[in-house]
């Protein structure tokens, strides 16, 4: 055990997993296509940098931000450059590669031991983009400064990878990356783990914090509210553990390993699997084998915040298959959790303070988003939320009102003002 700062979140909510859980043995899985979506770097207008046909090695950058020369996408394979899809007014929709085992791109990682050296490495092999702040949950810009750094190693979402066993014997390389990471901030690291053994060693500057309780626990949301909480002056970045690991092995070996360990799990499969994948890896491809009959639904992330999509997004470690007749209305799976895990005997405002794990004023919050009323909004804590932290208040509600979609419409104002 360690001794570092403690989290936990009274209440919650246990959710059932969809599907038998996984054992834990990781497989690697390839897939013949691999894709980078223009939906997961909302706000960035890309100028592509590739062309259809072209042959490119892992690293390569294929699109870059207009605005922000720098910020960019690189490839996490590589392989020929398949389709390049734009979808309306122009913005891109994906960029599909063919893999093929050719040599990675080298990086120099000489200067990667100081705020410049580590924030040019990181964007030079598209592992900037690992970063979101809060507010507004962005990719921060290539000239921004956070006032702190959270790192999330613990999962509550059911069926998701154990981070100790994704992490076991690379213990040395994640601890070079989180070194890494202490050059972008002059204020604290908060690496969030579940209780236990600390994944790294505690400094000055790395702070342990053991996160227990329900899920929203592991909600980085949940962990920036408690320890945090960002302004507009003083915004907070967070990543995740596994791309933490993606930046000690550039560091360690020179070259991008764009790898994700992630679950495939759902009622629509036969035996449930833990994979090391590529990003972007083709998931109809690694269901496909041990789907049951019937027509079914692919989800990248788990059910309750999952997105349906042929190719694993940038943020998930999930992947969900489902029967396609169990998902006709949007919010199916709230209402049959609901009854599943809520009981009768809840009123909805002591329900709604259990699925928000914030320590927010939650009922006068959700009027506000409801209503659009940004400033109150604001003034009751929005700014330190994502749509991942309400998608629990949609499902204890019902699904009636996409609370996520409301927060993100309130945070696309405030972000205008």
Same mark, same amino acid.
């Given at each position: 055990?360690?001794?570092?700062?403690?989290?936990?979140?009274?209440? *919650?909510?246990?959710?059932?997993?969809?599907?038998?859980?996984?054992?834990?043995?990781?497989?690697?899985?390839?897939?013949?296509?691999?894709?980078?979506?223009?939906?997961?770097?909302?706000?960035?207008?890309?100028?592509?940098?590739?062309?259809?046909?072209?042959?490119?090695?892992?690293?390569?950058?294929?699109?870059? $931000?207009?605005?922000?020369?720098?910020?960019?996408?690189?490839?996490?394979?590589?392989?020929?450059?398949?389709?390049?899809?734009?979808?309306?007014?122009? #913005?891109?929709?994906?960029?599909?590669?063919?893999?093929?085992?050719?040599?990675?791109?080298?990086?120099?990682?000489?200067?990667?031991?100081?705020?410049?050296?580590?924030?040019?490495?990181?964007?030079?092999?598209?592992?900037?983009?690992?970063?979101?702040?809060?507010?507004?949950?962005?990719?921060?810009?290539?000239?921004?400064?956070?006032?702190?750094?959270?790192?999330?190693?613990?999962?509550?979402?059911?069926?998701?990878?154990?981070?100790?066993?994704?992490?076991?014997?690379?213990?040395?390389?994640?601890?070079?990356?989180?070194?890494?990471?202490?050059?972008?901030?002059?204020?604290?690291?908060?690496? &969030?783990?579940?209780?236990?053994?600390?994944?790294?060693?505690?400094?000055?500057?790395?702070?342990?914090?053991?996160?227990? *309780?329900?899920?929203?626990?592991?909600?980085?949301?949940?962990?920036?509210?408690?320890?945090?909480?960002?302004?507009?002056?003083?915004?907070?970045?967070?990543?995740?553990?596994?791309?933490?690991?993606?930046?000690?092995?550039?560091?360690?070996?020179?070259?991008?390993?764009?790898?994700?360990?992630?679950?495939?799990?759902?009622?629509?499969?036969?035996?449930?699997?833990?994979?090391?994948?590529?990003?972007?890896?083709?998931?109809?491809?690694?269901?496909?084998?041990?789907?049951?009959?019937?027509?079914?639904?692919?989800?990248?992330?788990?059910?309750?915040?999952?997105?349906? &999509?042929?190719?694993?997004?940038?943020?998930?470690?999930?992947?969900?298959?489902?029967?396609?007749?169990?998902?006709?209305?949007?919010?199916?799976?709230?209402?049959?959790?609901?009854?599943?895990?809520?009981?009768?005997?809840?009123?909805?405002?002591?329900?709604?303070?259990?699925?928000?794990?914030?320590?927010?004023?939650?009922?006068?919050?959700? #009027?506000?988003?409801?209503?659009? $009323?940004?400033?109150?909004?604001?003034?009751?804590?929005?700014?330190?939320?994502?749509?991942? $932290?309400?998608?629990?208040?949609?499902?204890?509600?019902?699904?009636?009102?996409?609370?996520?979609?409301?927060?993100?419409?309130?945070? $696309?104002?405030?972000?205008?003002?």
């Amino acid at each position: 055990m360690n001794n570092g700062m403690k989290i936990r979140v009274r209440g *919650g909510l246990p959710l059932p997993p969809v599907g038998s859980p996984v054992n834990g043995t990781t497989e690697v899985a390839t897939t013949e296509r691999v894709a980078l979506l223009g939906a997961d770097y909302p706000g960035m207008r890309a100028r592509i940098l590739v062309d259809q046909g072209d042959i490119v090695e892992a690293g390569a950058p294929l699109f870059e $931000d207009r605005g922000k020369p720098g910020l960019r996408g690189t490839a996490p394979v590589s392989g020929k450059v398949l389709q390049i899809n734009m979808g309306a007014k122009r #913005r891109l929709s994906s960029i599909v590669l063919a893999a093929n085992n050719e040599a990675p791109l080298r990086f120099d990682v000489s200067r990667a031991n100081s705020n410049d050296g580590v924030r040019a490495l990181m964007q030079e092999t598209g592992l900037w983009t690992s970063f979101r702040t809060r507010p507004f949950d962005r990719v921060p810009s290539i000239e921004g400064k956070a006032a702190a750094i959270f790192v999330t190693a613990t999962d509550t979402y059911p069926n998701a990878p154990n981070p100790r066993h994704v992490l076991a014997g690379q213990e040395n390389i994640f601890t070079r990356g989180l070194a890494a990471l202490k050059h972008l901030t002059q204020g604290k690291l908060y690496l &969030c783990q579940n209780a236990g053994a600390a994944l790294a060693e505690a400094d000055p500057q790395i702070v342990i914090v053991n996160v227990s *309780g329900h899920h929203p626990a592991g909600l980085v949301g949940t962990h920036i509210n408690r320890l945090h909480p960002p302004t507009r002056q003083g915004p907070v970045w967070h990543i995740g553990y596994q791309d933490v690991l993606a930046l000690g092995k550039v560091l360690t070996e020179g070259h991008l390993i764009s790898v994700r360990t992630i679950t495939l799990t759902g009622e629509g499969l036969r035996q449930p699997r833990q994979l090391q994948v590529p990003m972007g890896a083709d998931l109809h491809a690694l269901a496909r084998r041990e789907m049951t009959p019937g027509q079914k639904r692919i989800l990248s992330g788990p059910v309750i915040v999952g997105r349906e &999509c042929q190719f694993l997004t940038r943020y998930h470690l999930q992947a969900t298959v489902l029967n396609a007749k169990a998902v006709a209305p949007r919010h199916w799976f709230f209402a049959a959790l609901r009854a599943a895990a809520v009981p009768e005997a809840f009123v909805p405002t002591e329900a709604l303070e259990r699925a928000l794990g914030p320590k927010l004023h939650v009922v006068p919050l959700l #009027r506000a988003l409801s209503i659009g $009323d940004a400033e109150t909004a604001a003034r009751l804590g929005c700014l330190q939320l994502a749509e991942e $932290d309400l998608a629990l208040a949609t499902y204890v509600t019902g699904g009636e009102i996409d609370f996520g979609m409301r927060l993100r419409s309130v945070l $696309d104002v405030l972000e205008a003002s």
